[in-house]
């Protein structure tokens, strides 16, 4: 029997080894020596380097530190784990010396002839079980860490690939394991990381453990739920509110602002021309300039040059008017109103909205072809 519970224990601890230290894992003492070694070169720059980068000599240190805590992480935890196949065998082997016959090693004592005490602990002191709990329900960020790095960096079958998606998970989690070393210096009594915040020393047994944890997910699981109606509602209320939005904008598409449709209108100069020449004169064009203008908007500006029925005059004709008071109104307001005596043209372009622009082509056209009412007699 002794020698059957010998063979498990052997059996069970060379599986555990072979799964934990094959090539995959080959190496990794080597890994943390070679960041150490990074470490010792970056520190020889202070010594020896005159002109340093702090910040990326900084960086360079944290990050090979970084590294060689994961491994260290790593080793440890495989290390604990494998204490724990270990001392469980070792247990039972314990538990079967103490009843091993000393006189006949191939017998075994019957317990009922035999007085047995009975030492109280707590339930989790028994065997090896609170160092089970600690490795399934006990997280740190070191944990963390150390499932980033294998996640990232180590698992080739691992689709999640980018080191800049690596660096800012690892970036997030900084603060949190910044000053933590390794998982054995978490292995004490005053860890309070617990899954869901239930330590197995504060519950009454296995059983009240278990019970908590499992209420515990079920209100975690209806406050998700909860948060998650809360959001549908909130969605639904803003589309409800995107939804009116969208309508009035629908509506007002060919709506425009006071102010967008004065900044869209295009600025104009214009002129009036005699054909016939017979009361302007110029020797630059083949027809008399009568008046030169501008406007920044000229549909508006045409009013006052728009034709009038009964006694009232254009702006035009009383300038004619003006200018020439010998001259009947009706002889001036028939020329005018002559197509084949008078006619004007409109220039109109987005250059011309400038008001600068326009007013320095108004001067220019007048400085050159003296148009007869644009100067006092």
């Known amino acids: 029997m002794t020698k059957g519970i010998l063979r498990d224990v052997s059996y069970e601890i060379d599986k555990f080894e072979m799964d934990h230290y094959n090539d995959e894992k080959k190496g990794m003492f080597e890994h943390v020596h070679g960041f150490l070694n990074e470490i010792d070169e970056s520190s020889e720059d202070l010594y020896s380097k005159k002109h340093i980068d702090p910040e990326r ?186 939804k009116i939005i969208r309508a009035k904008e629908h509506k007002l598409r060919h709506y425009t602002s006071i102010k967008e449709f004065s900044d869209n209108q295009l600025g104009s100069v214009y002129w009036f021309v005699d054909i016939n020449k017979r009361f302007a004169k110029s020797e630059k064009l083949p027809f008399g300039m009568l008046y030169i203008g501008m406007s920044g908007n000229f549909n508006s500006r045409f009013k006052a040059y728009a034709l009038r029925e009964g006694k009232y005059y254009s702006e035009l004709e009383d300038r004619l008017i003006e200018r020439f008071p010998e001259i009947s109104k009706s002889e001036i307001k028939e020329f005018v109103r002559d197509p084949k005596q008078c006619k004007f043209r409109v220039i109109t372009n987005k250059k011309l909205s400038n008001p600068d622009y326009r007013k320095e082509c108004e001067k220019k056209m007048i400085e050159r072809f003296k148009p007869l009412l644009n100067f006092k007699k």
């Not at 494998?82 to 009843?99: E, P």
């Not at 047995?116 to 609170?130: G, I, K, M, R, S």
């Not at 009594?189 to 239930?198: C, E, G, M, P, T």
């Open 57 to 242: 000599l900084s960086g360079e240190i944290q990050e090979s530190l970084m590294e060689a805590r994961c491994h260290i992480d790593e080793m440890e935890s495989i290390g604990v784990q494998n204490g724990l196949v270990r001392s469980k065998h070792l247990q039972n082997l314990l538990l079967a010396a103490k009843i091993r016959d000393t006189q006949d090693p191939d017998n075994w004592v019957d317990p009922k002839k035999i007085d047995h005490e009975h030492q109280t602990v707590p339930w989790y002191n028994v065997d090896n079980l609170l160092e089970q709990f600690y490795l399934k329900y006990h997280k740190t960020g070191i944990h963390k860490c150390s499932d980033i790095v294998e996640r990232y960096l180590i698992d080739d079958d691992s689709d999640y690939r980018g080191i800049y998606c690596f660096w800012k998970e690892m970036e997030e989690l900084w603060d949190e394991v910044f000053g933590e070393e390794t998982l054995s210096n978490h292995y004490h009594d005053h860890d309070v990381d617990w899954d869901y915040n239930i330590d197995p020393k504060e519950c009454k047994n296995k059983k009240d453990f278990f019970r908590k944890r499992v209420r515990a997910k079920i209100k975690e699981r209806k406050k998700e739920e909860r948060r998650l109606l809360e959001q549908a509602k909130e969605d639904k209320e803003k589309e409800e509110e995107l």
